[in-house]
């Protein structure tokens, strides 16, 4: 009788097992194709606003135009729908982590778990609208557009004026967080590089900060300009990527601030990439 009992617990334990396993390979599978999505697309931005920096840029420098960008490549619908797919699979991940907690020690603090769950519905927004290009053959409307669109909406609601400034504060405050994590390097402890070369390591950091500091000031500026947007009540002032990376141009450094802010978020898509090779899940 023991036997059999002590047979029957191992046997459910090797399940277990084999069903962490599992989850812990999809999980896995997840984050490298997001963040190898994510990549593809803060490049194709980067590029995309240098050209308008230079003065010969014609498509706007966000989502919307990066996917334009692909879509005139060899094989461009196909890899707008895997991006699309690689965007799930990062929403996947995220959930994943709001559901059973992040890896680390601190992975299941509840502050750690509502984030998570806030950037899964982020990006099941933006995967939805990635698959909203593709099966449109490309239309749709901006970045610019949909930011001025949301904002006046949200304006018309009942306190929309204290709702979309503290939308905006979030947002910038977001944007001020990413770029002192980039400084201080707490991406280390998501980092699985024990075997990779010093070189490496040290490509990764240059990676990590300077990228993260690009997208954390232009998170940080376009939070500003939607606050501004609060203060005046005036949809118009609210910016989306594009517009908001056209700023930069505006300013007492002149295209060159764009040109820098630009190159960063495309070392910030290579760093999404080297994430999706050393990430640990």
Known sequence: MRRETAGAGEGAARKGARAASRG??????????????RGVLYVLIGMLAVRIALGGGDKEADRHGALQELAGKPFGGFLIWAV???LVGMMLWRLSEAVFGAAGPEGDKPLKRFAAAARAVFYAVVAFSVFSFASSAGGGRSGDEQSRD??????????????????????????VVIAVHAVRR????????????????????????????????????????VVYAALRYDPARAKGLDDTL?????????PWLLVVIAVGLMLFGAFSWALARWIRV
């Open 186 to 225: 707490t991406f280390h402890k998501h980092l699985a590089m024990g075997a990779a070369s010093a070189r490496w390591r040290k490509a990764v950091d240059f990676l990590g900060v300077t990228g993260g500091v690009a997208r954390g000031t232009l998170f940080a500026a376009v939070g500003g300009f």
């Open 150 to 175: 949301v904002t006046a909406k949200a304006l018309d609601l009942p306190a929309g004026q204290w709702l979309v400034g503290a939308v905006g504060l979030g947002i910038g405050i977001g944007g």
């Open 246 to 254: 056209r700023s930069f141009a505006h300013t007492g450094a002149g």
């Open 24 to 37: 812990g390979e999809f999980r896995e599978v997840t984050a490298r194709a997001g963040l190898v999505a």
């Open 84 to 86: 699309g797919v690689g």
